[in-house]
């Protein structure tokens, strides 16, 4: 048993004997004025629990132990593994307070690595941490404490104030306070490391964050990328996306001939308006992006499907708001001009009727001028259905002057005054008067029809022209009426939903009914629009509603298929509060 020491006499290093199973890892390394001060003559040293009788007049010198006990080839050898090792290593003995708290720890061996990658030097040697490195924070200086405490060796990575650097160290106990550190500079590399994560995360980021479908395939349709909005139109999750085959969760032949296309031209294929393209999302208008990837990095294809159905629905509101508010314009104009001789026509009708009433004084004396029998002109007037003739004059007169003042809506200007409606009491009071309105009706049975408000909230105000709302709901009852008793008998249903969110207000009003046409659903706001048979409708109805609520009101009425497969026309209007606030 031979110990190393160093030409200061105050540290000594040792070696057991390296043949008997002792690396280098097993140095031993103690401080010799602990011979000096127990005054023994022998000492005895635990190595790997093997007993070592150390003499201490023996002790040599590091030169010499080299020279002494190891073969000239192991010193080389061992030196080598030390020396000229690509890892820095030291060794340092760890000081403790009186309470047992690592404090400090001495440099007790470096080598060259460490040299070059601490640009300390030799000089370090017997010498604090603290006293070389002031700043060395308190961090090194516990953790090295735990592991000569606990004897556990550690690896880990951590930043060191005093150079500047990231190190990542592995460091093991070696005989009583000593500890070796073996450590490398990894600022680089973290560095690197930490860039690449970040462009991973904010690459992640944007993903994510797309407000498009982002879906990535490789060359045989398997997913290998599924963004968040892809998630949440398709409502499959990204576990379950990934490795799936593309055309199971999307038309496939539309995508076939896409993907076919980009890989011929080995161009973008754009696609607009593609409707019905994910299974079960027929609702949706979505724009297709598909590219293909540089085959020399990753073979595969990207798609990015953006849903345009608001954008589409908005472009088509503006068109037929455009055209609403001319035809409107027309209308309230021609209304405007009819108005004068329809009245002159009502109020001709009704003088003429007066006047040959026998019921005036004053007919009667013009009649006796003429030496004419009122009554027998009378019964003469019914004989050949004149009076007959007026009724109907006078019925026509009232029907244009009824489609007149409703057409005079359109004129931009509401006749009410607006006030703080309870919504619910509104409905209720539509629903009365559709029930009057059908008790007289012999084509619609309304008391067949089923009509739900149990999901009409109890607390909504709104700020509007009661009668103009009224009017509108009624007449989205009546039309529902119709439409659910052409179509079925027995089970018609009628919903009225009304919902609040932020400050706007939903009515909707729903039928199971036949459904509205794709091709007529644009069409149908329009003035004099009606599919009812001539003398059943005006086709004023609905675009009355759009004025009103439009116009007057400033909010919006869309139509749309709704959960029973019907009808559903939805309002929203602006400035909704909730009832006693
Ligand atoms: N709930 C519905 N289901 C099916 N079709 C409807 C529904 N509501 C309206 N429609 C269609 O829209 C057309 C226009 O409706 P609108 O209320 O403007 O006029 P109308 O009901 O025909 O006549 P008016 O209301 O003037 O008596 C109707 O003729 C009908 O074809
Ligand atoms: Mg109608």
């Avoid at 105050?10 to 011979?35: A, Q, R, T, W, Y």
């Avoid at 000239?72 to 000081?95: C, G, P, V, W």
């Avoid at 969760?249 to 890989?263: G, K, M, V, Y």
């Avoid at 909504?460 to 009668?467: A, E, G, R, Y």
Wanted: aromatic share 10%; proline share 2%.
């Amino acid at each position: 048993m031979n110990f190393l020491m160093d030409n200061k006499n105050n540290i000594l290093s040792s070696s057991g004997n390296f043949s008997k199973g002792l690396s280098p890892l097993d140095f031993v390394v103690f401080d010799i004025s602990e011979f000096n001060q127990k005054n023994e003559k022998n000492y005895s040293l635990e190595i790997k629990g093997k007993k070592y009788k150390v003499d201490v007049k023996k002790i040599k010198t590091s030169e010499e132990l080299y020279h002494i006990n190891i073969s000239s080839e192991q010193k080389d050898f061992y030196k080598n593994i030390f020396k000229e090792s690509i890892l820095a290593i030291a060794t340092h003995r760890m000081i403790f307070d009186e309470k047992g708290q690592p404090v400090d720890y001495i440099f007790t061996d470096i080598n060259e690595e460490f040299k070059n990658l601490t640009g300390l030097n030799s000089d370090v040697l017997g010498k604090t941490v603290l006293e070389t490195l002031p700043e060395t924070e308190k961090f090194w200086i516990k953790k090295y404490g735990e592991i000569v405490k606990t004897g556990k060796s550690e690896r880990f990575q951590n930043y060191s104030v005093a150079f500047d650097k990231w190190f990542d160290v592995f460091v093991f106990k070696n005989q009583k306070d000593f500890f070796t550190t073996v450590f490398r500079d990894i600022t680089e590399e973290k560095k690197t490391r930490d860039d690449l994560a970040y462009t991973k995360d904010f690459l992640d980021n944007i993903i994510s964050s797309m407000p498009s479908m982002l879906i990535g395939i490789d060359k045989d349709y398997k997913i290998n990328e599924w963004n968040v909005k892809a998630s949440e139109i398709t409502g499959i999750p990204e576990e379950k996306a990934l490795g799936k085959d593309l055309r199971d969760i999307i038309e496939s032949h539309i995508i076939q001939n896409a993907l076919t296309s980009c890989d011929k031209e080995n161009s973008v294929v754009k696609m607009d308006r593609v409707k019905g393209l994910i299974n079960g999302r027929n609702d949706l208008i979505l724009e297709v992006l598909i590219y293909k990837l540089d085959e020399n990095i990753k073979d595969g294809y990207v798609l990015i499907l953006s849903d345009i159905s608001e954008r589409i629905h908005l472009q088509e509101m503006m068109i037929q708001n455009e055209k609403m508010i001319s035809v409107g314009g027309l209308a309230a104009g021609m209304a405007h001009e009819i108005n004068n001789p329809i009245s002159g026509i009502l109020q001709g009708v009704q003088n003429i009727k007066r006047r040959l009433s026998p019921d005036f004084a004053k007919n009667i004396a013009a009649a006796e001028r003429f030496d004419i029998d009122l009554i027998k002109l009378n019964d003469f007037l019914d004989d050949r259905k004149i009076d007959l003739f007026l009724d109907g004059i006078e019925e026509s007169g009232f029907r244009a002057a009824n489609i007149i003042s409703n057409m005079l809506q359109f004129s931009g200007k509401s006749a009410g005054e607006r006030k703080q409606i309870i919504l619910k009491e509104l409905i209720e009071r539509v629903y009365e008067l559709a029930s009057n309105e059908f008790d007289l009706s012999k084509k619609v049975d309304f008391k067949k029809i089923q009509v739900d408000m149990s999901k009409v909230e109890e607390d909504i105000m709104l700020h509007c022209v009661d009668t103009e709302i009224e009017q509108v709901l009624l007449n989205l009852v009546i039309n529902a009426a119709h439409a659910v008793f052409s179509h079925r008998k027995d089970d018609g249903r009628i919903n009225f939903i009304t919902k609040r969110k932020d400050d706007k207000i939903f009515i909707e009003v729903e039928d199971n009914g036949p459904g509205i046409d794709e091709t007529l659903k644009t069409r149908i706001f329009e003035p004099f629009f009606t599919t009812k048979e001539a003398g059943e409708g005006t086709g004023l109805g609905l675009s009355v509603s759009y004025f009103i609520i439009k116009e007057h009101h400033g909010g919006d009425i869309y139509v749309s298929t709704g959960e029973m497969e019907g009808t559903r026309f939805t309002i929203i209007l602006p400035g909704g509060r909730k009832n006693g606030k």
